[in-house]
């Protein structure tokens, strides 16, 4: 597919700017002192001056960042691919070899940034140069770009000629040194702003990114757009912060706890299916399995979303409730959760659904609720719309997160599961390496059939242990 | 003979005090009226004082943003490295690919994880979205757009529907059918509609509402049942490029980033922007809570990456190196919130520890930019998706 629309005329620097940066690397490599050891490069007859070499340039690049060699040769390979930095002696090929081949380093005034974008006319004339200077020496997507423009600017046509037929003269009477390397500057030039068909255009960007300049001015100008940042600073002036020790330490100990429980950091058992081809870890992890891990277990004591948000978890402290006799607090919750995330049709059946069954005096599961809420709750189900249980529903969830939460931790009931639960044996290491384990499909989610009714006491989204 | 110009006075009815005048010719809006003396100059003057409203109004809010800066300082004792300084360093990372999912034809610009913590959606710059099994590299389902440039895709929890959209200015979603015999496109149901490009999308925690971020500056929440419109939010100044929902127990916020520079934190609930953060330099690409919700990571064109803390009210971390050039285009935590895996446009991924600021690993690989990364919902692998047409699953 061919490139998106074309960047729009101005400020490049602005939109792209990594440019900006490469350009002060480069500038800093050229630094007489601190920068590549420049040399003088003989190419068959003549000497051009101020060369370096693709390893002098990696070097460089490794001391001054202090990167490995390999960062340093892909950072080399992106300088040169964006047309900063050019080899004398293969100009076609935009590649870093991290060798003795020489390279120069691109004048500004063909900076990507700086002649940018990239004129039509141009084009023309450079291929109009090519194609005058040596008859056929114009490679093939050059000669289609060549016939298009010439069809596209036949009128202007005379001047593209006259152009080129100028510019070649002037450089005629340059020294053969000097025309080589304009040659080779305005060859990069141009392979980095007209790549050949397959080549990737470094240039390139997301389409819409263009009109991001338009409309920022457009937007900022307005009253209101102000008036709305001065309400917004007004209202955040007021609010509570904590001091930055707090929130940082609150860090360390979430990353400390939850460490050992990360698969890319501390390696998960029996094996990580990706790197073992083994997909057991997820068989034992199953969202509805019977015997839980003991990491698992272990995770529910993080804290109460935690236990929610495993089915096992939630369907262990439902039965724990159940035996407290308040596990209608739960289903409540569930109900609300499912008005809130609902389909906004079904927003008044639900809402009449979760009245009768949990809010209305004498109630088959009456929840508790202060009275205050409760009044507030009733007075909003005249016109009831998704967020109208939500006072209740933080009222039931702290009750639980601050009351029942805890009791299940201390409770026999989690002890035992925590105690039975078991660690998985990690997997022994294949004796043939090489030899892969065939890698089990799993039954896709959207093949397994989606409960008919959505109970008030059913799971999040109505859904039973999807996969 | 002397030479004088005489003025050519026109008598009539002014077109705002209609009393008979001499009139002068007025622009107003490039509308040209005819104004007494009078009328011209109290327009004058109101033209000045809007200009002066105007002014006046960019240098209270310039003033204020000031005074809250001063503010989230004053709390600000201590930085985040410093109280890391205790953790214990990570070990050397090995991360490799291990797997590499070839089919799109064209630039991979956004994929997501199924529930399931296998399966994945990617779409791509010629309007194909694919559903995989990531594990055994097999195609499930494709599904070709009418619209080029798919730049938003996502997974219903439920596993059974995908939702993605573009330059169309849509987000349409799509349930998942195996029976061969149907079009999966002729199920399709549109829900969102933008004035501008979709630029992310994302189920919230059902697969009956969506949260939409568009070019048109604004995030909005929609029904997919009806397409009704139940939200929207405004208050960026520009492309809204990214969004993620917030993993907490009450599960009303969530934090978008645009050209603006800005990340802004909303209350879906009411539709208004609850804080807002201003230090990035340029578009903010990607925004990705932290497990704990307390916090967010943002990458952007900056070549940075930074950590708002919320409650703190501020930037807590950079990431930032200084043989980084190119702009971060997507991040993603690690399930305890150790790591932060970055994509940039250099075609490479950085692993960053978030604690001590330090970068862990550099991974090669990919031959054109990273325009996606997501890690799996367990926390086994991570997926990156880029120009060079293919995804990459690392672990």
Redesign the interface.
Known sequence: ?AA?PAPPPGRPRAQ???LR??ER?VVSMQDPDQGVKMRSQRLLVTVIPHAVTGGDVVQW?TQK?C??E??AR??GA?LVQHGYIYPLRDPRSLVLRPDETPYRFQTPYFWTSTLWPAAELDYAIYLAKKNIRKQGTLVDYEKECYDRLHTKINHAWDLVLMQAREQLRAAKQRRKGDRLVIACQEQTYWLVNRPPPGA?SVLEQ????G??AA??VH???R?D??????E???R??G?T????????????S??????P?????SG?LPS????SDD?A??VM?APTVVAPTKLRVERWGFS??ELLEDPVGRAHFMDFLGKEFSGENLSFWEAC??L??????QVPTLVDAVYQQFLAPGAARWVNIDSRTMERTLEGLRQPH??IL?DAQ?HI?MLM?KDSYPRFLKSDMYKGLLAEAGIPLETKKRVFPFSRRP????P?????P?PVEPTAAGG????DG?? | MCDQTFLANVFGSCDKCFKQRALRPVFKKSQQLSYCSTCAEIMATEALHENETLASLKSEAESLKGKLEEERAKLHDVELHQVAERVEALGQFVMKTRRTLKGHGNKVLCMDWCKDKRRIVSSSQDGKVIVWDSFTTNKEHAVTMPCTWVMACAYAPSGCAIACGGLDNKCSVYPLTFDKNENMAAKKKSVAMHTNYLSACSFTNSDMQILTASGDGTCALWDVESGQLLQSFHGHGADVLCLDLAPSETGNTFVSGGCDKKAMVWDMRSGQCVQAFETHESDINSVRYYPSGDAFASGSDDATCRLYDLRADREVAIYSKESIIFGASSVDFSLSGRLLFAGYNDYTINVWDVLKGSRVSILFGHENRVSTLRVSPDGTAFCSGSWDHTLRVWA
């Not at chain 1, 757009?225 to 001065?230: D, L, T």
């Not at chain 1, 990580?272 to 790197?275: D, M, Q």
Request: glycine letters at 8%; proline letters at 7%.
């Open positions: 597919m998106g792209m700017p990594h940066k490469m690397v690049l960042f990167i490995s390999e960062e892909h950072l992106v990737p997301s389409p819409g990114r009109s991001c409309s920022r937007m900022t100008k009253a757009f102000y008036k709305q940042e001065i917004y600073c007004r955040a002036l609010r912060r904590v001091k930055s020790s707090v929130c940082l330490e609150a860090y360390l979430f990353c400390g706890q939850r460490g429980h990360d698969p890319l950091v998960c990580n299916p990706w790197i997909d870890y997820w992890n109460f979303r959760e499912e809130r995330y609902g389909a906004q049709a998704r967020y939500d933080l969830y997160k890698r089990h499909s799993s896709s989610p959207a093949l397994l989606t999040p989204g109505g859904g999807v996969a």
